[in-house]
């Protein structure tokens, strides 16, 4: 059995690329960020945009992972939040609700 045919294969190897063509596409990307590149020593808000960007798309792609895991934990506040309401004097009470 050889690389491309075994299922315990890296996914890489598995799609029939090999290394060299993931350092083929690398160097195609560079032209596009040398420009930026040069920028960024003057001005570190590019490095704060895209790690910003970055986490964003992270976010995103796991919206529905971030929402299941948060969603006891909103709710565990929301009870918490309607005791300490409840418990607050009513003149208190009243200043907030208007």
């Not at 919206?63 to 939040?81: C, F, Q, Y």
Request: aromatic share 4%.
């Amino acid at each position: 059995m050889d690389e491309t045919t075994d299922p315990n294969a890296a996914p890489s190897l598995r799609q029939g690329r090999s290394p060299r063509e993931h350092l083929k596409r690398a160097a195609a990307v560079l032209p596009m960020v040398r420009p930026v590149a040069r920028y960024v020593p003057k001005n570190p808000a590019f490095l704060l945009g895209a790690a910003a960007v970055g986490l964003g798309f992270l976010a995103w792609r796991n919206r529905e992972r971030i929402r299941r895991t948060a969603a006891p934990l909103i709710e565990d506040a929301r009870v918490r939040g309607i005791a300490l309401a409840q418990r607050l004097p009513r003149r208190r009470q009243d200043e907030i609700g208007a």
